[in-house]
Every structure is written in C-alpha cells, then in structure tokens.
T-cell receptor, first 115, second 115 residues
Framework: DVKVTQSSRYLVKRTGEKVFLECVQDMDHENMFWYRQDPGLGLRLIYFSYDVKMKEKGDIPEGYSVSREKKERFSLILESASTNQTSMYLC??????????????FGEGSWLTVV | AQSVTQLGSHVSVSEGALVLLRCNYSSSVPPYLFWYVQYPNQGLQLLLKYTTGATLVKGINGFEAEFKKSETSFHLTKPSAHMSDAAEYFCAVSRSSSNTGKLIFGQGTTLQVKP
C-alpha cells in the first residue's frame, strides 16, 4: 500500500514561530503537494513539487515556503506563523505522468493551531 | 480556468436510502474528474475517477458516478446508504491533461446517515 506519512498530527505554535511540517512518501512518486483544508473552502493548493529541488507555487503560497532535498520528502515551512494559518494541512503524492489520470495519495493531515 | 461546484454543503439521508451528491465542473480542456472521501480525522481516499472511456464509473464501497459532458456534471450516487458512509466527500477536476496531480477541489459535502 502507498504510504504518505505526515510526522505531526497535531501542533500548537505561537505567533511568529517558524514551523516545519514534514511529509514522507514511500512509493517513489515524482509529484508531491501541500494542500490546506478549511471548512467551506475545500482543499487549496499551497505548493507543488515535481522533482527534487523543484517547486511551483499553488493558489495560496503567501506566508509559506517548501523544501524538497530528497525525492521522498517534502517539507512545508511557515516562516513566521500567524493565526490565520491555523488549519488542517494535507500532504499528497502521485506519479508524474498524467496521461491516465493518476491517483493522488494523501497523508492523514496535520492540524496546526497558531495562538 | 477550471472550477468545481458541489451543490449542498450538507446532505442527510436515512440508512438504506439513495445517496446523491452533486458536482458540476467547468473546464477548458477534457476533464479528468475525481471523487474523494474523507472520514473523520483522516486524509482523503480516492473513491473513483473518470479519465476517458465509459462515462459511468464504478468505485469502492458501492459508489458510482456518471460523467455527463452536456451537463458538465459528475454526480456521485449509491443505491443504499450505510451508516459507515457518513463522511465528507470532495469532487475534484484535474487542472490539465499533462499532469493530473494538480487538482482543483470543490468545497466538500458532508454526508449524514440517519438510522
């Protein structure tokens, strides 16, 4: 089975702190994603990576950065956490080629509260 | 630009009744369409997907969806609801045919199943 593992399920951080959310996948997927999930808004793409050291901004990249030094690991960084970044964060991965409509596999999510 | 609209943020059915969750999309390219389910405190799991070919798609747990190009719809149905179907359901469309990893999600529909 594909496994996407998010290291922290629940975090509470203070405003202004630097926050790292870590994600690891074990299926040798090229694509990795970070989404943010908020009630009534569905999932919104923060950042996307299709290869090591490659990244693309998604729909809501402001206040976030990412790092992909190894193929299996994709980190989301909140440089200076703010209360409006309190949310559920979902990591996901998939194979690169999209001809057949590749399935995205999701981690279980990280609930971040910024106080 | 692609977009997804799920009609109804909450749907309530009785156990054994028909489940119908509505999804309409807009896409400037032939769409790849997905339904995902999220159980409480978990990540998203793929229910089914439409890429090409047969417009009636069968998924896991007895769910199916029909792609109707003329109506730009991809509604999810299940003939008989079970209590275990209570969850949040997301419809999604691929942003492009070249890399279906980047999805646009609807706002989500919470399904309640009453005994």
């Amino acid at each position: 089975d594909v496994k996407v593992t998010q290291s922290s399920r629940y975090l509470v951080k203070r405003t202004g702190e630097k926050v790292f959310l870590e994600c690891v996948q074990d299926m040798d997927h090229e694509n990795m994603f970070w989404y943010r999930q908020d009630p009534g808004l569905g999932l919104r793409l923060i950042y996307f990576s299709y290869d090591v050291k490659m990244k693309e901004k998604g729909d809501i990249p402001e206040g976030y950065s990412v790092s992909r030094e190894k193929k299996e690991r994709f980190s989301l960084i909140l440089e200076s956490a703010s209360t409006n970044q309190t949310s559920m964060y979902l990591c996901a991965s998939s194979f690169l080629t999209g001809v057949s409509g590749n399935t995205i596999y999701f981690g279980e999510g990280s609930w971040l509260t910024v106080v | 630009a692609q977009s997804v609209t799920q009609l109804g943020s909450h749907v309530s059915v009785s156990e054994g009744a028909l489940v119908l969750l509505r999804c309409n999309y807009s896409s400037s390219v032939p769409p790849y369409l997905f339904w995902y389910v999220q159980y409480p405190n978990q990540g998203l799991q793929l229910l089914l997907k439409y890429t090409t070919g047969a417009t009636l798609v069968k998924g896991i747990n007895g769910f199916e969806a029909e792609f109707k190009k003329s109506e730009t719809s991809f509604h999810l149905t299940k003939p008989s609801a079970h209590m275990s179907d209570a969850a949040e359901y997301f419809c999604a469309v691929s942003r492009s045919s070249s890399n279906t990893g980047k999805l646009i999600f609807g706002q989500g529909t919470t399904l309640q199943v009453k005994p």
